[in-house]
């Protein structure tokens, strides 16, 4: 039997952003950028109420369909316990449908604040083996999971098939020369609607390319950051995505022309450049910025984290099914 958590506990997390395949490594490489979203939850005797500022404001659901409920919710039930009613409140910054892992963010987010109030009683918190494979169940892969759960850099991987498929990862240490540089624009894409244009087979020619890209990528990405250029380069994903991303593809070619390596963060249409420099050439950042992208540095973003925390309570705006 369940324990039920009584009312007025309360729980926050924070939780990064993070950027998806980079370049070879298709649903396997990923890596966490300083860019964070909050939550705080607190549980009630009733209902469901949710307050989101910032991105995605007025645009996501208010109800228990939210991503960020729904983890939490998941959380609980793998804890062994539950919550008659919550109070959910979202600070986001991380840009949605961008390829920078906001609904990664959102999942790995609501399961770390259901640890914090799993923490308030007897029952053991998830692990980060737990998180990694809770969040990937509902992202159906683990590299912007496991990269927002772990932070730093990650290598990925899936194992069996079905409702016994296991999700694992293992952190990467970047090296300290690098300097991450997202690109993101104001247009939004569907990472349903990318991965539709990849095809269904590959030739071995080119699946052997990107085999020996992706594991240069982690010799490139912790010891060789003078190897990114080719590290980076990709067959599987980017060139099959670039009628449906002109923008991003463009750009990423003026960046790799200037001698940046980049790539497509995620499925796009942000782009992410590794630089052993501490600034972009002017002609990449002037294109980017005449192209409607916002181009800045950031560092490398930690782990999920979540902490107990006092019952604030207060007016929050209801949630209904049709807002």
Known sequence: MKQTLPAGL????????????????FDSLGLALS?????YVETTESGIRIEVDGEGAGQVPLDSTHLVVRAIERGLQAAGVCA???????????PHSRGLGSSAAAVVGGLAA????????????????ELVQLSSEFEGHPDNASA???????????????????????????????HLFPAVPQIRSSTAETRA????????????????????????????????MAATEDR?????????????????????????????????????AFSTEPELPAEAVQYGVAHGFAVGEMAVGQGVRWATAQAVGGDVRVATATE
Not at 114 to 125: E, I, K
Not at 148 to 156: D, E, H, T
Not at 198 to 224: C, G, I, K, W
């Open 10 to 25: 309360a729980a926050t997390s924070v939780v990064a952003a993070s950027s998806a395949n980079l370049g070879p490594g």
């Open 35 to 39: 860019l964070y979203d909050e939550i």
């Open 84 to 94: 008659d009613g919550l109070i959910v409140r979202s600070r986001n910054a991380i």
């Open 114 to 129: 259901a640890n914090g109030l799993v923490a308030h009683t007897d029952s053991p918190t998830l692990s980060d083996d």
């Open 148 to 178: 927002a759960v772990l932070g730093g850099a990650v290598v990925s991987w899936t194992e069996g098939d079905g409702p016994l498929t296991r999700y694992a990862a293992a952190r990467l240490s970047l090296h300290p020369d690098i």
């Open 197 to 228: 244009v990849l095809p269904d087979h590959v030739s071995h020619v080119d699946a052997r390319f990107n085999l020996s890209r992706a594991a240069l990528m982690v010799v490139a990405l912790t010891e060789r950051p003078d190897l990114l």
């Open 236 to 272: 599987l994903h980017q060139p099959q995505r670039a009628a449906a991303l002109p923008a991003s593809a463009e750009y990423l070619s003026i960046l790799r022309r200037c001698g940046v390596a980049a790539v497509l963060s995620g499925a796009g249409p942000a782009v992410i």
